[in-house]
């Protein structure tokens, strides 16, 4: 018969009678697992196999079964004897504290070389510098990216840990699992799902590997055409029972008059939608082709029109992906699908909006750690005024010989301006003269230097 056995990792497969005693058994195992035949233990339906002299049958053991190996524990060697010197006390050097160096409290835990206590900061300031990244942020973790883009580092660190948290509450359990009973069922239920979370994202690595583009968002298929000789972008969607409009479009294209109101009711799909009615016939004009369709308009749509498959049917269309374009059945006419640039703002896969959003935040955010390192650098406001009088004074006590010559009155109300900012009075001075007196851009200039220092 053909037993299988089992130790930890490793799995062995044995050809043996249907009389073999256990003893025999452990030797044929020994032979294998390399574990001496006196430590092993064999384990069926989680109980132990104590005596050697019967047959597995006897145990229930049968073909195709699975025994489970369990080795005695091995006994350290015994301490070394004590020495003759029996004056010596014996001293426990593990229980001595060894100070540190700098004669510091603690140490600060360090995890690849930044403190965890300032790994939000560190994290938060890589985002913002890296606005391609802060957008695949808010794609794929949007809490995590609006926490970064709100401006509280309190808010970012307490989302930031609860990730970091999850992680490592994962590789306890993982831990856990690997050191737990193997035959207990929940156990069993949990390594089931961490071999079928394993095999995902086995099968996740194959696709990158294999066909990456199937991660990738495809653009959807619109055209152009005209209604009541009006421009309208279309949707074309193949699995739409019917074909819509929207009820500003309509109004746009003056047919609103044309809706029947008998035809309310309730559209339904990934949502529900309230139908205003219908618009029995209109004419519609792709490219030089003129058709006739009808329409369900509908009281809140994004979309202003959406060729549903009663139109595509009707006029026997083609979606022809290979060239890229819509193809007029009835009269052989083809037009080609938009680009992703001619797509309405709000159905293209990047809205520039929502990008010019993110830049804005990324700059507001950037401009707020600027102004707050400029605060932490400057003196208070009373530091200022006394520096300010003593310039005075010093500069007053100066004989006027060593003066600067005589400037207009707006310079010397700029510098009060520098020093009402907080700058020193001789440093806003000299900006000034190597600015010409532009206050603007002396303030730029000292504003500048400050960060750099």
Not at 58 to 84: F, K, T
Not at 136 to 148: F, G, H, S, V, Y
Not at 285 to 307: G, N, P
Not at 422 to 429: L, P, T
Request: glycine residues 4%; aromatic residues 4%.
């Amino acid at each position: 018969m053909i037993l299988t056995v089992c130790s930890d990792n490793k799995t062995w497969t044995f050809d043996v009678g249907m009389d073999i005693t256990l003893q025999e058994f452990k030797v044929v195992c020994s032979g294998e697992t390399e574990i001496p035949s006196d430590k092993l233990k064999l384990l069926f339906n989680n109980k132990l196999l104590s005596d050697n002299t019967q047959p597995l049958k006897h145990y229930g053991v049968g073909e195709n079964d699975i025994l489970l190996i369990q080795q005695d524990p091995i006994m350290p060697n015994p301490p070394p004897p004590r020495s003759n010197f029996s004056n010596v006390p014996a001293i426990d050097f593990s229980r001595i504290q060894i100070p540190s160096s700098s004669g510091a409290s603690a140490p600060r835990v360090v995890n690849n070389g930044v403190n965890r206590n300032d790994e939000p900061a560190k994290v938060r300031e890589w985002f913002l510098n890296n606005p391609h990244d802060l957008a695949l942020l808010k794609e794929r973790n949007p809490t995590l990216a609006d926490a970064l883009l709100s401006g509280d580092l309190n808010r970012f660190a307490a989302e930031f840990k609860k990730i970091r948290d999850a992680r490592e509450q994962a590789e306890k359990e993982s831990i856990q699992l690997r050191n737990a009973n193997p035959m207990d069922p929940e156990v069993q239920r949990k390594i089931a799902a961490e071999i079928e979370r394993k095999n995902i994202d086995e099968n996740m690595n194959m696709a990158i590997e294999e066909s990456p583009e199937s991660f990738g968002q495809v653009v959807m298929l619109w055209i152009n055409l005209r209604v009541n000789n009006h421009h309208v972008k279309a949707f074309v969607d193949s699995g739409a029972q019917t074909t819509i409009m929207s009820s500003d479009c309509a109004k746009r294209c003056n047919i609103m008059r044309l809706v029947d109101r008998r035809f309310e009711g309730i559209a339904k799909g990934v949502g529900t939608q309230k139908i205003l009615g219908r618009i029995h016939l209109a004419q519609i004009q792709i490219e030089d082709v003129f058709l006739q369709c009808s329409f369900s308009v509908l009281e809140d749509q994004s979309m202003d029109v959406l060729l549903g498959l009663d139109m595509l049917r009707r006029h026997l269309c083609v979606i022809d992906l290979r060239e890229n374009c819509l193809m007029i059945g009835t009269s052989q006419t083809k037009t080609k699908f938009l680009s992703e640039t001619d797509l309405p703002s709000h159905n293209r896969l990047h809205n520039p909006s929502e990008e010019e959003d993110i830049s804005k935040a990324v700059m507001e955010s950037v401009e707020d750690a600027k102004k707050k390192q400029d605060a932490e650098k400057r003196p208070t406001s009373a530091t200022t005024t006394s520096d300010a009088k003593m310039a005075k004074a010093s500069h007053s006590d100066q004989p006027s010989s060593s003066r600067s010559p005589e400037k207009p009155s707006e310079f010397y109300l700029n510098i009060q301006k520098l020093v009402d900012m907080g700058f020193n009075e001789f440093e806003a001075e000299a900006e000034l003269n190597s600015c010409n007196g532009d206050l603007q851009k002396a303030i730029a200039n000292i504003l500048t230097r400050n960060i750099q220092s």
